[in-house]
């Protein structure tokens, strides 16, 4: 299994900001896909999950109202659209399933929300 993120990068705060995530060697249409973030020397937490024909989705109340998930199983790939950034959103985000497979991780991609 491989998730490879891409399209972070630096933002202002109030500004937006889209990730999207591609997995392969899963069958990606039946699993429930998350965006988690980590902050260095900190846990990694879950961010937002989307569930197969997005019948469920969940957020962290921290990101409610700002960021939207979702998924597109034709492309195996899961996005993330970040609005209205501040900067305790800085962080390396990572897509894996829900629950994570543990041990496989991407590289992530680095979003930083500063002036």
């Known amino acids: 299994v491989l998730f490879v993120e891409s399209g972070g990068g630096l933002v202002q705060p109030g500004g937006s900001l889209s990730v999207s995530c591609v997995a392969s060697g899963l069958t990606f249409a039946p699993v429930t896909m998350a965006w988690y973030r980590q902050v260095a020397g900190q846990e990694r937490d879950l961010v937002a999950a989307i569930s197969t024909g997005a019948g469920m989705i969940n957020y962290a109340d921290s990101v409610k109202g700002r960021f939207t998930i979702s998924r597109d199983n034709r492309k195996n790939t899961v996005y993330l659209q970040m609005n209205r950034l501040k900067s305790e959103d800085t962080a390396v985000y990572y897509c894996?399933?829900?629950?994570?497979?543990?041990?496989?991780w991407g590289q992530g991609t680095q979003v930083t929300v500063s002036s």
């Open positions: 894996n399933t829900q629950p994570a497979i543990y041990g496989v």
